[in-house]
Nanobody, 117 residues
């Protein structure tokens, strides 16, 4: 059984920072891509950032230069450093991984990020 456990969400003022973490555990083979998605209230879930095992990152235009994704392959953890946060960044953030063999996709339970003064 594969588990993805996210942490680091919360309430922050505009201009502030948060760091999300997602730890992957269980019977999982080599992870190919790790990523973060977000779903604002009443809207669809969309990609925020992803990082394949090659390390070549990909970001949504709305977060470029503010967010940084990174991963620790030894510990199967993916991070999302979020700086200069804006109210429009408010959403539930979900961790996502895809395995190299079989292309299986797993999701975390989500963590709430609220940017408000």
């Amino acid at each position: 059984q594969v588990q993805l456990v996210e942490s680091g969400g919360g309430l922050v003022q505009p201009g502030g920072s948060l760091r999300l973490s997602c730890a992957v555990s269980g019977s999982i083979f080599v992870i190919d891509t790790m990523g973060w998605y977000r779903q604002p209230p009443g809207k669809e879930r969309k990609l925020v950032a992803r990082i394949p095992i090659s390390g070549a990152t990909n970001y949504a235009d709305s977060v470029k230069a503010r967010f940084t994704i990174s991963r620790d392959n030894a510990k199967n953890i993916v991070y999302l450093q979020m700086n200069s946060l804006k109210p429009e960044d408010t959403a539930v953030y979900y961790c996502n991984v895809r395995t190299r063999i079989g292309g299986y996709v797993y999701w975390g339970q989500g963590t709430q990020v609220t940017v408000s003064s």
